[in-house]
């Protein structure tokens, strides 16, 4: 963590986006491809996780999906920015 300006650094590996949806969502069809256009523009990991294979998911995310987490941490939801995206994965 840079302690002069409070804020952490950016890591070197690859950034890791989760799709959080289910099947038949058409708002996770459209965020599906924008996740996929900008992963691979910047180079970035992408998983997609599916509610109704994990209760937990179920729990947390069932009035928000699609739901796109970045490196573990909610992005977005809903609708997914591509130039936001983009910026969060520094490119």
């Known amino acids: ?4 300006f409070g804020r ?5 590996d690859p ?3 989760t799709l959080i949806g289910r099947p038949g ?5 459209d965020a ?9 523009e910047t180079g970035a990991l992408w998983e997609e996780k599916d509610i109704t294979q994990d209760e937990e998911l179920y729990r947390a995310y ?3 999906i ?6 573990g941490e909610q992005h977005t939801f809903w609708r997914v920015d591509a ?3 983009r910026r969060e994965l520094g490119g």
């Open 32 to 40: 599906r491809v924008v996740v996929e256009s900008v992963c691979a």
């Open 15 to 17: 950034r890791t986006v």
């Open 25 to 29: 969502c058409h708002l996770c069809d």
């Open 66 to 71: 699609p739901v796109v987490l970045v490196d």
């Open 1 to 4: 963590m840079d302690v002069m």
């Open 8 to 12: 952490t650094k950016k890591k070197s």
């Open 83 to 85: 130039a936001r995206l």
């Open 62 to 64: 069932w009035e928000q």
